[in-house]
């Protein structure tokens, strides 16, 4: 057997990543993992443990020390902390806020990278995130960068009930120094406006299966 095959999911907030991940993950039977359910979880921790998010020492030193483990729930990758799973916590507007300040420190990201290449592990994976295809593992010939337009993706997260400013996280994700929200070369780029979660998954299932037939 070769070595697992990575589906490396980036794009923009709102633009349907988790929805298609997993889908696609279920479809193809590979282990799904959240890369950003693992900043949320480190920006939790800091909120818990009191460290002043614009101290990028004190973020990175906690992210070096904080006592983690990868669990494979039922096909989901999670990071656990302290042998706890933070499913709720990492969803709340405070835990959202404080995301991006964590998100864009060197040492965390560097903390992530290492973090997030051990869970080839678990075999065959749908990742999504932002800097997958470009950073993760950039050695994947499977890449796909999923946008829809603002308008689109703002309904999209008022109907699951969250008001976010879209613009201004995508410009934050975009614009940080430390690997920043771009296309990886070689993606496949889609825009899902007018597309249904069925639709796109299928197409990025078509896509992988095509390459995998080619590819023997
Ligand atoms: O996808 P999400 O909304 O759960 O991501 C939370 C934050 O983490 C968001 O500000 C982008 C950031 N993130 C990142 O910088 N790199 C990733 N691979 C995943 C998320």
């Known amino acids: 057997m070769g070595d697992p095959i990575v589906i490396a999911l980036d794009g923009t907030s709102a633009s349907g990543k ?13 282990a799904y993992v959240d890369t950003g359910a693992m900043y949320r979880s480190l920006a939790w921790h800091c909120l818990e443990k009191g460290v002043d998010l614009d101290n990028d020492k004190a973020v990175a030193s906690l992210c070096r020390r904080w006592k983690t483990e990868l669990r494979d729930d039922d096909g989901h990758i999670r ?25 864009a420190v060197r040492g965390v990201r560097k903390w992530m990278k290492a973090k997030q290449r051990e869970c080839i592990q678990f075999g ?24 829809a337009s603002l308008d689109e993706r703002a309904k999209r997260r008022a109907s699951d009930g969250v008001d976010e400013n879209l613009a201004e996280r995508d410009k934050r994700d975009s614009q940080r ?6 296309i990886a070369l070689g993606a496949r780029v889609i825009d899902n406006s007018k597309m249904t979660a069925q639709e796109t998954s299928a197409l ?13």
């Not at 990071?79 to 998100?103: D, H």
Request: proline letters at 5%; a negative charge; glycine letters at 6%.
């Open 79 to 103: 990071l656990y902390v302290n042998g706890y799973f933070p499913e709720k916590e990492i969803r709340t507007a405070e835990t959202s806020a404080a995301v991006p300040a964590v998100a």
């Open 177 to 182: 120094a430390a690997a920043p929200l771009m």
């Open 124 to 147: 065959n994976l749908v990742m999504e995130g932002r800097d997958i295809g470009t950073n993760i593992f950039p050695e994947t010939d499977f890449k796909f960068y999923l946008d």
């Open 18 to 30: 988790s929805t298609n991940a997993k889908l696609i993950a279920k479809a193809l039977g590979y």
């Open 204 to 216: 990025i299932i078509d896509a992988v299966r095509e390459r995998l037939e080619a590819t023997g």
